[in-house]
């Protein structure tokens, strides 16, 4: 079992930057394949970004790539999602997710069934 707490949300204005974090409860966390979704107001979960066990492979929404940038820390067990030039159809709850021990990342970390242990989340609002 993997606890995850999420960290950092809050309200910005557009063009601006933040950095939310996922601290997880377990040492082996970062052999496990792990993610950011967000939920915006109304709408599916979507996926945000993903990041190999290790961290040796990223991979963006086509939406956020380029702005985002999805990091771990192998000895503080978090993993960390820097946004730039925020919008507002970046609003959302932000969700910190992890994959099974020993799953593959690959082919399908898009889709938020393939994640076994979640945050709650936390809210980013993003002001015009």
């Known amino acids: 079992q993997v606890h995850l707490v999420e960290s950092g949300g809050g309200l910005v204005q557009t063009g601006d930057s933040l950095r939310i974090s996922c601290a997880a409860s377990?040492?082996?966390?970062?052999?496990?394949?792990a993610g950011w979704f967000r939920q915006p107001p109304g709408k599916e979960r979507q996926f945000v970004a993903a990041?190999?066990?290790?961290?040796?492979?990223?991979y963006y929404a086509d939406s956020v790539k380029g702005r985002f940038t999805i990091s771990r820390d192998s000895a503080e067990n978090t993993m960390d999602l820097q946004m730039s030039a925020l919008n507002p159809e970046d609003t959302g709850v932000y969700l910190c997710?992890?994959?099974?021990?020993?799953?593959?990342?690959?082919?399908?970390?898009?889709?938020?069934?393939?994640?076994?242990?979640w945050g709650q989340g936390t809210h980013v609002a993003v002001s015009s």
């Open positions: 997710a992890s994959m099974q021990l020993g799953d593959s990342i690959l082919p399908k970390f898009r889709d938020p069934a393939t994640y076994a242990y």
């Open positions: 377990e040492r082996s966390f970062s052999l496990h394949a």
């Open positions: 990041i190999s066990y290790g961290g040796v492979n990223t």
